[in-house]
């Protein structure tokens, strides 16, 4: 099994996140991932402006696990920002998470809710990414 550090050995500078905020939703999404129907992730840019590292095109992250060991690779391959309230059925699709834009509006809401605040007109930080690697 590959930990962070031997990652960080092989890749200098490796960053790493979770998606979701609990470890249903972060095991939800990572499979998601692995089955070729999550292709993007958004974030408020709030929290990127808080700490969190910008995505940058080209760049490889670890997606950890929610016990903090490494579940996959992936590398950015776009990166836009955008208001939630022009956030498109494209984009939102490629999340894989929900079938309809309505769908994503209303589970990306008590998200935001849940972790900092939602606001129609808040920036998100929109990723499009590739799986380079899975560690299962």
Request: aromatic residues 8%.
């Amino acid at each position: 099994m590959v930990t962070m550090e031997d990652l960080k050995a092989r890749y200098p500078g490796l960053e790493s996140f979770r998606f979701g905020d609990g470890p249903e939703m972060s095991a939800e999404l990572i499979a998601l991932v692995r089955s070729g129907a999550k292709t993007a992730t958004c974030g408020a840019l709030r929290d990127i402006k808080a700490g969190e590292p910008m995505p940058v095109v080209g760049r490889r992250d670890v997606a950890l696990n929610w016990d903090g060991s490494p579940a996959l690779m992936i590398e950015t391959t776009e990166v836009t920002q955008r208001r939630f309230c022009d956030m498109d059925a494209d984009f939102a699709l490629a999340e894989g998470e929900n079938e309809t834009l309505e769908g994503w509006q209303a589970d990306h809401r008590r998200y935001f809710e849940r972790n900092g605040g939602w606001e129609p007109e808040m920036m998100l930080v929109c990723e499009r990414f590739r799986l380079v690697e899975d560690f299962a």
